[in-house]
T-cell receptor, first 111, second 116 residues
Framework: AQTVTQSQPEMSVQEAETVTLSCTYD???????LFWYKQPPSRQMILVIR??????QNATENRFSVNFQKAAKSFSLKISDSQLGDAAMYFC????????FGAGTILRVKS | DTGVSQDPRHKITKRGQNVTFRCDPI?????LYWYRQTLGQGPEFLTY????????KSRLLSDRFSAERPKGSFSTLEIQRTEQGDSAMYLC??????????????FGPGTRLTVL
């Protein structure tokens, strides 16, 4: 079975600084997708970024980028120029035949 | 595109009662998923449909739970004889089965169930 591990229950970052959230996963499949979702308090789960496993190039969406290391089964999220609105729970998710989520990392942004 | 919608947003019920939740996916999406999320945890997969066919069910989905998608559009999730352990956020998501954005699931706001 696929598993996703987020080893950082909480992270803090100063506004305008950069923070990296870690994620590792376990799978025997070669073709899959990886996602980062953001869930603000009491609000909807929002897709942040996605990465196809067959693509070597790391995905980027504005201030959000990933470091995808397929051999190491690592998929970290870097948030640059952090903003107060980035404060949320961040979930890493793996999709093979179904979507499997990690336990989440709470990101706090200090002004 | 109005996104995935869920109704109701909150439901409080007494133990032993039946509850039903509705999910309306993004209109062109033919896959629909149900997840359960407890406080401080990631969502856990319950079941999914492609069009009207229920293709997979998690072992989390006990026989008190049933989901339908009769016309391949909206879906309902019913919980019979609710228990306090059923208290959770129930999330619905939808995706395309083919095309450029396949495998990306878009989530609704969830239905928060509290069983007293």
């Amino acid at each position: 079975a696929q598993t996703v591990t987020q080893s950082q229950p909480e992270m803090s970052v100063q506004e305008a600084e950069t923070v990296t959230l870690s994620c590792t996963y376990d799978t025997s499949e070669s073709d899959y997708y990886l996602f980062w979702y953001k869930q603000p308090p009491s609000r909807q789960m929002i897709l942040v970024i996605r990465q196809e496993a067959y693509k070597q190039q790391n995905a980027t969406e504005n201030r959000f980028s990933v470091n995808f290391q397929k051999a190491a089964k690592s998929f970290s999220l870097k948030i640059s120029d952090s903003q107060l609105g980035d404060a949320a729970m961040y979930f890493c998710a793996y999709r093979g035949n179904k979507l499997v989520f990690g336990a989440g990392t709470i990101l706090r942004v200090k002004s | 595109d109005t996104g995935v919608s869920q109704d109701p947003r909150h439901k409080i019920t007494k133990r032993g009662q039946n509850v039903t939740f509705r999910c309306d996916p993004i209109s062109e999406h033919n896959r629909l998923y149900w997840y359960r999320q407890t406080l401080g945890q990631g969502p856990e997969f319950l079941t999914y449909f492609q069009n009207e066919a229920q293709l997979e069910k998690s072992r989390l989905l006990s026989d008190r739970f049933s989901a339908e998608r009769p016309k391949g559009s909206f879906s309902t999730l019913e919980i019979q004889r609710t228990e306090q352990g059923d208290s959770a956020m129930y999330l619905c998501a939808s995706s395309l089965a083919s095309g450029g954005d396949t495998d990306t699931q878009y989530f609704g706001p969830g239905t928060r169930l509290t069983v007293l």
